[in-house]
């Protein structure tokens, strides 16, 4: 593994190009346009205020900046780099912002979600789409671009609207089964429409008839003989008893007082570490709120939130467990790699994690300061990872051969 220098960077907000060409940092209220390869400053973008949201557009040619304090968005375009465009929401204020699949329009959801705005880049014209409701993933598209489905609150009831993308013309609308709807996704093949109220458990369904296949429950005690079950441990370098001189001042990484780590194999029955969730506070910290399917498919990864140091790795085909690792601090973000079975995993540490069929690795990423690994995106190719801290980030190269 390689590690590039560290770059400054704001609230995380560092994004690869769908394409794998480019990478884009907000720095405040600049945006800084890298080459993936070189890392080569190509363009940079001064916005109007601090940058809150940025993303690519599908084709990698516009980049969207948000900044909803001001209820503005700015986009720029890499092919033309004097081009530019301003959207004003005005006093209808702004909370969230996102392309549409085919990277010429922007759809802005105003404050209190009283509706959402969709301005089109080519024609300058714009239109508006009533009553989406207020949750994480209340708005979907076809992977060919060619439907949007939407999720609404009227009346006290759900419903969803389906749209044809192309000219914004509503197709259908049906009220759900739900009680507070919570999400909604398509199909990879966009026939069928996920929609679900939470997922406090993991539930595998068939996609023939619907029907429960396997709850997969994440046990405080795991007894099953067959599960591998890895444990981050940590250890401080040896340094001798004999020195009597002070060292040099030495800092971050190759500090005296930094701690390695590794994994050891525990044989069950092992207990999980687990976080009483706080009735009396809001939105406690309560069932799966990570989860993720291998890129072959294979492996389904999870994260339970009261079980908060702990990844579960179940194998789809025998729909049961198959890898559990336990962190030594909580889980903040883990990632598939789009290419191969290989999992990568942060903590908030100064190290990244990976597993693949083959093993557990813990690595330290080497910098002169403190770096806490709190967020982490691959490279489409798979050759690389992002690893973003609190306000810098810097790219760890990987072996592209494969692990398994």
């Known amino acids: 593994m390689n590690f590039s220098e560290l770059f400054k960077q704001s609230n995380q907000l560092c994004r690869l190009s769908p394409d794998g060409r480019y990478s884009a940092v907000c720095v405040q209220y600049r945006l800084v346009i890298r080459d993936v390869r070189t890392l080569q400053v190509l363009h940079l973008y001064t916005c109007l205020d601090q940058i809150q949201y940025v993303e690519w557009s599908a084709d990698s040619l516009f980049l969207l900046c948000a900044m909803y304090k001001r209820g503005l ?40 979600h009283l509706r959402i705005t969709v301005w089109s880049l080519c024609t300058k014209s714009v239109s508006y789409i009533k009553y989406p409701k207020a949750c994480q993933h209340g708005m979907d598209f076809t992977k060919d671009g060619c439907y949007m489905a939407l999720a609404e609150r009227r009346d006290c009831k759900d419903y969803i609207s389906i749209f044809v993308c192309s000219e914004l013309q509503l197709l259908r609308h049906f009220e759900t089964e739900t009680q507070d709807l919570a999400g909604i996704e398509f199909s990879p093949n966009g026939c069928v429409l996920a929609v679900w109220d939470s997922c406090l458990e993991v539930r595998i369904l068939s996609h023939v008839t619907w029907r429960k296949i396997v709850e997969l429950e994440h046990l405080p005690t795991i007894k099953d003989s067959k599960s591998v079950i890895y444990k981050e441990v940590e250890s401080r370098p040896d340094i001798g008893s004999g020195v009597l001189s002070l060292p040099p001042l030495i800092t971050g990484a190759s500090s005296l007082f930094s701690t390695e780590s590794k994994y050891e194999i525990c044989q069950p029955p092992v207990q999980v570490p687990i976080v009483k969730p706080d009735p009396d506070r809001a939105n406690p910290k309560l069932g799966v709120g990570m989860i993720a399917f291998s890129p072959d498919n294979r492996f389904l990864a999870t994260r339970n939130d009261n079980m908060p140091n702990t990844v579960w790795i179940w194998d789809v085909q025998k729909l049961k467990q198959y890898v559990v690792l336990e962190q030594i601090s909580a889980v903040r973000n883990f990632q598939w790699d789009p290419r191969r079975t290989r999992l990568a995993i942060c903590t908030g540490s100064t190290k990244v994690y990976l597993w693949s069929p083959a093993g557990c690795l813990s690595v330290q990423v080497p910098s002169e300061g403190t770096f806490q690994v709190l967020s982490l995106h691959w490279h489409p190719s798979g050759d690389s990872l992002m690893l973003m801290s609190k306000d810098q980030m810097c790219v760890c190269y990987l072996e592209t051969a494969d692990e398994n």
């Open 73 to 112: 968005v700015q986009v720029w375009s890499l092919e033309q780099p004097d081009w530019h465009c301003k959207i004003d929401e005005g006093s209808a204020g702004l909370v969230a912002s996102r392309w549409s699949p085919d990277g010429r329009h922007i759809l802005n959801t105003t404050e209190f």
